[in-house]
């Protein structure tokens, strides 16, 4: 310990002088001096940098090596497919679906988990069957009830939503049964004191202090929604009105659309960058706000 | 006004007892109360009797572990009672409820969601108050704990003095028959603590609201109560009940030393359990 102090003591110093001064233009010296480093600059302009790095080198690669372009698309060949896509309504109508059933899957395992719960902090008989239920069905990949869906409900959307459901359940019921049994003791105690009901104390005091471990919840839960939904749109092929996604993906592999089975890709990943930036913004709003989140 | 949910019939009512005052608040009547530990009943508290007049402040004292956080939650309602009978305004404290607001010790009992104002304005709207009859009352008394510029903040934003002002300006806004205080000052420094302890002197006797005060300091203790009562090592009784008069609240003078002393020797007369007393006592 004492020997090893040193060594820290000096590392802890380099990198203290390593930090540079806050580059904020008021706190700057007289000549205003840029600082280029890539720790100065602004978050979103360094992200913007990646994936300008990351199509750079996509379009490198394809450039140089001569891949077969029937086994993998430039950057600007995903593009032009992009637009096209997306202006001749294909690739939009695609997204549509797939977002429409992502979005009733969500709704419904959502409701379902919050009853759940609720039920849960009631009773110990809820308690007892969220815990087994949760620990059976949660490492159960929901792709898997597929098959029984579709023999239940048929190839129609209820069957996807159905499955998608079954994916977004455990991971928010989970999570929001951990924020309710680690939630705050003394507010708990003051909720009561002030006079508060079981229905007042869960949705306007244990609620809000579940809500860090809620949002955690959600965001699981919309992952495994996307993947099970692409998934399922793979192996199901046109439900009622037409393909989503995942079928949009498999459909230009069918004719050999190479350029478009990277648009569908691209599609998904872009969607899922800008539901990470809505729950960035949401938790500003709420958990950051309030002290809840660091 | 807040008013205490309408008084039920049979279980709450205690029986009149022929002894008691007409002007009796509370009334702890060889009180008994314990935990189950691994299957095994400890007594915390052993039997425990006191009144409480109408407007009076009342602390309760006593080495660490005695009970009086335990007798402090039984009366607000956390709590069963293992044998006795606690009563305030004569109905037994069965349940927790607004007509006996409690200021806890931690900082968090605040609701972090909610700003200043609607920490104290939500607990009265919960209890019949329209929207903007129960802000301008939280107003009213945040004002006089010195948060008027503070409405808007959230929790986080505050130091620990000004979140235990919010909660005691929430317990009075809520206008209970009375006020219990769990060691509220006990994780501040001593300058807010002495700031706090003057406030809450000012507002006490503004609006003659009944208090049992819990602590372990004998010099908040003399500041603040009307009279002590000092408890015994668990499982606890009364040792005894301190009277401190107006001379005795000048801190320094003759009187204000002799109460001290006095109420040192009760507490140590057991010579254990009380450390954080004895450095108090001999500063």
């Not at chain 1, 930090?19 to 913007?48: E, H, N, Q, Y």
């Not at chain 1, 507010?187 to 004191?193: D, E, K, P, T």
């Not at chain 2, 009547?29 to 009144?51: C, E, K, L």
């Not at chain 2, 301190?242 to 057991?270: C, F, M, N, P, W």
Request: glycine share 8%; hydrophobic share 45%.
């Amino acid at each position: 310990m004492s020997l090893s102090s040193p060594t820290e003591q000096s590392t802890i110093t380099r990198t203290e002088g390593d930090v540079p001064a806050p580059p904020s233009a008021d706190a700057a010296p007289p000549r205003s001096v840029r600082d280029w480093r890539w720790g100065a600059m602004p978050v979103w302009l360094r992200r913007v940098l990646v994936v300008v790095l990351l199509l750079t080198g996509w379009q490198l690669y394809v450039t140089i090596s001569g891949v077969n372009p029937l086994l993998f698309s430039s950057p600007a060949d995903v593009g032009r497919a992009l637009v096209a896509g997306f202006q001749n309504g294909e690739l939009l109508r695609a997204t549509g679906t797939t977002m429409r059933v992502l979005l009733l899957g969500m709704l419904f395992g959502s409701l379902i988990a919050v009853v759940l719960t609720t039920l849960a902090v009631w009773t110990r008989f809820g308690e007892d069957v969220l815990v087994v239920f949760s620990s059976m069905l949660n490492p159960l990949p929901s792709i898997a009830v597929l098959p029984l869906a579709i023999l239940w409900f048929g190839l129609s959307e209820t069957a996807l939503v159905f499955v998608v459901a079954n994916a977004v359940i455990w991971p928010i019921a989970i999570n929001v049964n951990t924020g309710f049994r680690t939630a705050n003791r003394t507010i708990i105690a003051v909720g009561r004191n002030i006079g508060l009901k079981r229905w007042r104390m869960i949705s306007e005091v244990l609620f809000p202090a579940a809500l860090p471990h809620t949002i955690s919840g959600v965001k699981t839960a919309w992952a495994f929604g996307w993947r099970t939904i692409v998934a399922s749109e793979l192996v199901f092929g046109v439900a009622g009105g037409g393909g989503g996604l995942g079928y949009f993906i498999n459909n230009s592999r069918y004719y050999l659309d190479i350029p478009d089975v990277f648009a569908g890709l691209v599609t998904i990943a872009v969607i899922g960058l800008l539901i990470d930036m809505v729950f960035i913004l949401i938790e500003r709003r709420t958990v950051v706000r309030w002290g809840m989140k660091t | 006004m807040v008013h205490p949910s309408p008084l039920r019939a049979d279980p709450e009512r205690a029986v009149p007892q022929p002894d008691e005052r007409p002007d009796t608040l509370l009334s702890v009547s060889h009180a008994s109360i314990g935990y189950w530990v691994n299957g095994t009943f400890a007594r915390a508290v052993a039997d425990v009797s006191f009144d409480v007049t109408a407007g009076e402040t009342i602390m309760l004292i006593g080495p660490s572990g005695c009970g009086k956080s335990t007798l402090l939650k039984t009366i607000a309602g956390f709590l069963e009672l293992a044998d006795g009978t606690i009563t305030v305004a004569g109905r037994r404290t069965l349940a927790p409820g607004p007509d006996r607001a409690v200021v806890f010790q931690e900082f968090d009992q605040l609701f972090p969601w909610r700003d200043v104002l609607d920490n104290v304005a939500y607990p009265l709207r919960r209890n019949g108050r329209k929207r903007s009859d129960a802000d301008q009352q939280a107003r009213r008394y945040l004002e006089m704990m010195g948060l008027s510029r503070a409405l808007d903040r959230h929790p986080h934003q505050l130091s620990g003095g000004m979140k235990q002002r919010v909660a005691i300006a929430r317990a009075f806004a809520l206008e209970p028959v009375m006020l219990l205080m769990d060691e509220p000052f006990g994780a501040l420094d001593a300058l807010t603590r002495a700031r706090l302890q003057a406030e809450l002197n000012a507002i006490a006797k503004r609006t003659g609201v009944t208090i049992l005060f819990v602590t372990h300091s004998i010099e908040e203790a003399i500041v603040l109560g009307d009279r002590v009562v000092v408890l015994t090592d668990p499982p606890s009784v009364v040792r005894e009940t301190v009277q401190i008069t107006d001379e005795a609240k000048v801190v320094g003078s003759e009187e204000y030393r002799s109460v001290r002393t006095h109420l040192g020797s009760l507490l140590h007369r057991d010579g254990k359990g009380a450390d954080e007393d004895v450095a108090e006592f001999t500063d």
